[in-house]
């Protein structure tokens, strides 16, 4: 079975502060982890991929995240954060069985204070 | 130089009344998505299409039905909206497992 757990549904951080959302998957299969940004009454913009190459992954905005398999985490994180990357975070798993199946995590909403 | 276009970005129904939400791309991509996205939660897939082959999600309820003309547009009808129907509703399009690319919405209120 495949799952998505974001443990945080509320991240508050101040500006200029480094940003860590959580997020630990569980899947069968060797699978293609995302990160999701959106910020209100817009689509879902891609922040960053991991797709088995290197663990590290970077992102746009300044955002980057580790895929670690032995904890099964794929955490965001930020140096420092900007007011305009308050927004809700999702982060997304897609088992690699050949389907197009994508599991969404609850969703951490980010604010930012000034 | 937007990719994935939602139209319109507000719609308003009557209880009951059909209502058609549409979606261009201009990627080209093979497939494309809808989803439904409620208040502060994830959004739901409803169904996909991969070129031509409807696929549709096990608790997709009856009321939600799709069309791709061709490979650039796809509609969500909803034949009778209820109450419990009003959400946002975000298409997606990609290629076959690469990143989704996502429209900003339509949001549907029902009166």
């Known amino acids: 079975a495949q799952s998505v757990t974001q443990l945080d549904s509320h991240v508050s951080v101040s500006e200029g502060t480094p940003v860590l959302l959580r997020c630990n998957y569980s899947s069968s299969y060797s699978p293609s982890l995302f990160w999701y940004v959106q910020h209100p009454n817009k689509g879902l913009q891609l922040l960053l991929k991991y797709t088995s190459a290197a663990t590290l992954v970077k992102g746009i905005n300044g955002f980057e995240a580790e895929f670690k398999k032995s904890e099964t985490s794929f955490h965001l994180t930020k140096p420092s954060a900007h007011m305009s990357d308050a927004a809700e975070y999702f982060c997304?798993?897609?088992?690699?069985?050949?389907?197009?199946?994508?599991?969404f995590g609850a969703g951490t909403r980010l604010f930012v204070k000034a | 130089d937007a990719m994935v276009i939602q139209n319109p970005r507000y719609q308003v129904t009557q209880f009951g009344k059909p209502v058609t939400l549409s979606c261009s791309q201009t990627l080209n991509h093979n497939v494309m998505y809808w989803y439904q996205q409620k208040s502060s939660q994830a959004p739901k897939l409803l169904f996909h299409?991969?070129?031509?082959?409807?696929?549709n999600e096990a608790d997709t309820p009856d009321n939600f039905q799709s069309r791709r003309p061709n490979t650039s547009f796809c509609f969500l009808d909803i034949r009778s909206p209820g109450l419990g129907d009003a959400a946002m509703y975000l298409c997606?399009?990609?290629?076959?497992?690469?990143?989704?690319?996502f429209g900003d919405g339509t949001r549907l209120s029902i009166l």
């Open positions: 997304v798993v897609r088992p690699n069985t050949g389907g197009f199946k994508t599991i």
């Open positions: 299409y991969y070129d031509k082959d409807f696929n």
């Open positions: 997606a399009t990609s290629e076959v497992h690469q990143p989704q690319h």
